[in-house]
């Protein structure tokens, strides 16, 4: 912005330089953040149903893995190894396999697979149109039907998975863990989210000390804390 005014008064004859050009201008993290809270995530799943109720079990599996997309869509039976109770994720965006904990985050996970998984063959897909009897190509479509229907407004399947990296850092998880259970090439792509989570953290402090001083929550008493 004051570059913009040094240029605007030259061209003008108020100034003869712009000193602002021999300062180096800050990278802006214009990244996209969003994540789902637990509010919106109960009334997303409440319209998981009839027609898109083949969503209900994918958007539990997203948020208790956080697996790509493509990755969810193209899970294979052999992928979920029960037995040693991980999710293998192969062929990702960083070219390395990884391997996520079933139960991470959300003891939902492991049941659903279970059920999903059945006696299907080792090189069989999880997630199955029951119409085409084939993968999914893609549940865009569906998936904002669902979020429209919810009022969850600007949701996107791949906020999924930062939701499950955002509830990660909440849970305690430290960044070199997160990191490799999200398959983050860099520690930078991990440390956005570390820094949500603090800030995420310090407003819920706040809010809470606000709550303390207007007498929405009152501390306990002497009488009550010795009982």
């Not at 994540?35 to 958007?59: N, S, T, W």
């Not at 820094?195 to 706040?206: D, M, Q, Y």
Request: hydrophobic share 40%.
């Amino acid at each position: 912005m004051l570059s913009r005014v040094f240029t605007l008064a030259i061209a003008v004859g108020k100034a003869d330089s712009n000193p602002c050009v021999r300062v180096k201008k800050f990278k802006l993290d214009n990244e996209r953040y969003r994540y789902l809270v637990p509010e919106e995530e109960a009334a997303l799943m409440d319209k998981l149903v009839d027609k898109r109720a083949h969503l209900h079990p994918m958007v539990i599996v997203a948020l208790g893995l956080g697996l790509r997309k493509r990755e969810q869509l193209n899970l294979r039976r052999d992928q979920v190894d029960f037995f040693r109770n991980v999710v293998i994720a192969s062929k990702t965006k960083g070219k390395r396999n990884r391997e996520i904990p079933l139960d991470v985050l959300d003891e939902r996970v492991k049941p659903i697979l279970i059920r999903l998984c059945g006696k299907k063959r080792a090189d069989e897909f999880v997630f199955v149109n029951p119409d085409t009897e084939k993968p999914y190509t893609d549940i865009k479509r569906s998936f904002a039907t669902a979020c429209d229907k919810a009022k969850v407004r600007d949701l996107e399947w791949h906020d999924l998975r930062a939701t499950f990296c955002t509830r990660l850092g909440l849970a305690g998880y430290d960044a070199f863990t997160i990191k490799a259970i999200m398959g983050h090439r860099d520690m930078k792509t991990t440390e956005r989210y570390i820094r949500a989570n603090r800030l995420t953290k310090e407003v819920g402090f706040v809010q809470g000390v606000h709550k303390l001083a207007t007498n929405e929550i009152r501390p306990p008493t002497a009488a009550a804390v010795n009982a």
